[in-house]
């Protein structure tokens, strides 16, 4: 089955700064990939996503990139501001018959320090 | 739009005896999944349920059920709780079965002692 793998697992950058967190996975059929952020005592927020005929999406300060060749997906979120400290998962799902079943990476704990 | 609800929050329960937890999905949202948040094993899958039908299930035991009514709302059941099911339990609503957008709720907290 799919397994998805998410590097780094802890990621301190100073706030202004960028912060890039990246994951593979083995599934060549998935085709869908979102982004979580979750905070302390909530539920994962959808931030951003990517389907495989794309290779680059954006949404104001966050980014995704897709190099489906490669197999691996990356976030990135430019001028990095304390609220952005959370715990991120990147998640890959898309193979006929799996209907909605997302399989998440373990997740990256994203530290902005002002 | 209200997004996802779960009840309860939180819940202690004793070995043994089993619990339901229950999602009420972003309204006009067909698809309910669930998933088992836990700090080893992270966010793993339990099943997906679309128009009252399990369409997928997780590699979980038949102790963890669930089932989905007519109005897209959905239950889950953990019988013969075990330690190990300590778990926060989160629901994901989707407009649809396939690779749409998936939306969690605040999730329930279940500890079992």
């Known amino acids: 089955g799919e397994n998805v793998e998410q590097h780094p697992s802890t990621l301190s950058v100073q706030e202004g700064d960028s912060a890039v967190i990246k994951c593979t996975y083995s599934d060549s059929a998935s085709n869908y990939f979102p982004w979580y952020k979750q905070e302390l005592g909530k539920g994962p927020q959808l931030i951003i996503d990517?389907?495989?005929?794309?290779g680059e999406k954006k949404d104001q300060r966050i980014a995704v990139t897709l190099n489906k060749t490669a197999k691996h997906f990356s976030l990135h979120i430019t001028e990095t501001q304390p609220e952005d400290s959370a715990v991120y998962f990147c998640?890959?799902?898309?193979?006929?018959?799996?209907?909605?079943?997302?399989?998440f990476g373990a997740g990256t704990i994203l530290r902005v320090k002002s | 739009k209200a997004g996802v609800t779960q009840t309860p929050r939180y819940l202690i329960k004793t070995r043994g005896q089993q619990v339901t937890l229950s999602c009420s999905p972003i309204s006009g949202h067909r698809s309910v999944s669930w998933y088992q948040q836990t700090p080893g094993q992270g966010l793993q899958f339990l099943f997906e349920y679309f128009s009252e039908t399990q369409r997928n299930k997780g590699n979980f035991p038949g102790r963890f059920s669930g089932r989905q009514f007519s109005n897209s709302r959905s239950e889950m059941n953990v019988s013969t709780l075990e330690l190990g099911d300590s778990a926060l339990y989160l629901c994901?609503?989707?407009?649809?079965?396939?690779?749409?957008?998936?939306?969690f709720g605040p999730g329930t907290r279940l500890t079992v002692t």
């Open positions: 990517i389907r495989s005929n794309v």
């Open positions: 994901a609503s989707s407009p649809l079965a396939g690779q749409y957008e998936q939306y």
């Open positions: 998640a890959a799902s898309g193979r006929p018959g799996y209907g909605n079943k997302l399989v």
